[in-house]
């Protein structure tokens, strides 16, 4: 099985699936669209100290130290609650965090948000600083997957993992043809 000028067929599949896999890749990321930044939007206070201040004050004994949720909601991406337009928005988040929040239906995670999150010496500073952490987190940090993009990846990837498979089962079968055939042909003599 040739081509023009002694190219195998194999040969053409070995350069078009990394071909096919770099243009999938290229045009995904030419897709996707860019996340806001972060300077866009004005912080009420400093969200590198409100980061240390996150993982100091457990707050990350009800919300996960990558802010994903555990008992109460997750933060990145925060979850919007019911008749609240913008949950990134900083009163609000300031709002939620000095008097807390107690548990209504519909709400995330199992508890209560207790005053302050339980840490009573937080400043209103420091209060600020946690919510421009939250904000910077949503505007800048890497929100989970959605369940249909979570499936097209997963349905690309095992595509391509398929094709390259079948590629090498083709040149192992094509080695092996060519293996027995040398050793019949070494037998006949």
């Not at 420091?126 to 989970?144: E, M, R, V, Y």
């Amino acid at each position: 099985m040739r081509l023009h000028k002694g190219l195998k067929v194999w040969g053409l599949v070995a350069l078009a699936v990394p071909a096919l896999v770099g243009l999938t890749a290229i045009s995904t990321l030419a897709d996707s669209t860019p996340s806001p930044s972060a300077s866009a939007v004005a912080l009420p206070g400093d969200p590198t100290k409100g980061a240390t201040l996150f993982a100091q004050s457990g707050c990350t004994s009800c919300h996960g130290a990558s802010l994903g949720g555990l008992i109460g909601p997750a933060l990145n991406p925060i979850f919007k609650l019911p008749g609240v337009s913008n949950p990134l928005d900083p009163t609000f988040i300031i709002g939620i965090i000095t008097n807390g929040r107690v548990h209504q239906a519909g709400d995330p995670g199992s508890v209560n948000m207790p005053v302050k999150g339980g840490n009573t010496a937080l400043t209103d500073q420091d209060i600020k600083d946690l919510a421009a952490f939250i904000i910077q987190q949503n505007l800048t940090g890497s929100p989970p997957l959605s369940p249909d993009e979570l499936a097209k990846r997963t349905i690309f990837w095992v595509g391509i993992a398929i094709v390259g498979m079948l590629f090498i089962t083709l040149l192992l079968s094509q080695y092996n043809m060519r293996w027995i055939a040398r050793r019949a042909a070494a037998r006949r003599k």
